[in-house]
């Protein structure tokens, strides 16, 4: 019997791609799922249109519930799954038809508790595909965590991008246990893949191209001011637990420079409190110059 797969789909007001993401999905070749729909408040006809997968599927389960964000929708499909695995969809995007069978396939040669592969771009008003990579491009190599932690910066193919993301992955239930999205945060994924990975022995990475990612020009990333996505305090917190674990914090401190100087060139200053942050993070990259210096790192 082949192990079971939770697939968790958040949305609100996802009536334009909700149907042909859930389809994507069902039609899956790897065929014993779970679908698990969190209507995350929605007061479009996507409400409707999950009832009607659920009527005409027995695989799909639905919850109705106030709106709290991707992160509070994310927590409440972990807490319904049942399956084996687990795997998160955005509503907005779609799956290849072998995706999970390719997968579970991968988690099968390797036996790593995360399996994940690559994705390629639509985008949206252009109608056109992105991908980084070929199919000569293809690779399977297994990980350990530390190893794929030092990943989150390799440009190569793209990899950088599949770092931080929930989705294009296979994930042991189990690993979830402790681990939930931050319901206060807009980069809800940046603060807590990382801490799944830690909790794996072994991590296996495909490169091809799975998961169809949408680039929206009315998304959430495209309206807000990248410091306002990419925050601080994620990296912050990164720092604070790999330091605790005694890790190699090398490539963290150097991607926490960098985030900090894109916060200074691109902080809008709005507040008292915009302009205190902004002095803190003009006084950390000043400090770090200092005392880079006199060390020589």
Not at 166 to 180: C, E, I, M, N, S
Not at 256 to 281: E, G, P, Q
Request: glycine share 4%; proline share 4%.
């Amino acid at each position: 019997m082949s192990a079971k797969i939770s697939v968790i789909i958040p949305f609100y007001n996802g009536a334009t791609h909700l149907p042909e993401c859930v389809t994507s999905v069902l039609n899956q070749t790897y065929a014993n799922l779970e679908v698990i729909l969190i209507d995350d408040g929605s007061t479009d006809a996507s409400s409707r249109q999950a009832e009607e997968f659920r009527q005409r599927d027995p695989r799909v389960r639905v919850l109705h519930k106030a709106n709290g964000g991707p992160g509070d929708s994310r927590n409440a499909g972990l807490a319904m799954a049942t399956g084996e695995y687990v795997a998160f969809v955005d509503h907005d995007d779609r799956l290849e038809p072998t995706s999970l069978a390719q997968l579970m396939a991968l988690q099968e040669r390797t036996q790593a508790e995360i399996v994940m592969a690559n994705f390629f771009f639509y985008v949206e008003g252009e109608d056109g595909f992105q991908v980084a990579f070929s199919k000569d491009d293809y690779f399977e190599q297994v990980y350990t965590p530390t190893e794929w932690l030092a990943m989150e910066y390799k440009r190569d193919f793209g990899i950088s991008e599949c770092f931080s993301v929930p989705w294009g992955k296979l994930y042991r239930r189990q690993l979830w246990d402790d681990v939930a999205f931050p319901v206060d945060q807009p980069s809800e994924d940046d603060f807590t893949t990382w801490r799944v990975y830690l909790e794996a022995d072994r991590l296996a990475f495909m490169n091809a191209g799975l998961y169809m990612y949408r680039q929206r020009p009315d998304s959430l990333s495209a309206r807000k001011n990248p410091t306002e996505i990419f925050t601080l305090a994620a990296v912050e917190k990164r720092l604070a637990t790999l330091a605790l674990l005694g890790l190699n914090l090398t490539p963290e401190l150097e991607a926490y420079r960098l985030r900090l100087l894109s916060h200074r060139d691109k902080m809008v200053l709005r507040t008292a409190k915009d302009v205190v942050t902004y002095k803190n993070v003009c006084q950390t990259l000043r400090l770090l110059e200092k005392y880079r210096s006199r060390t020589g790192n």
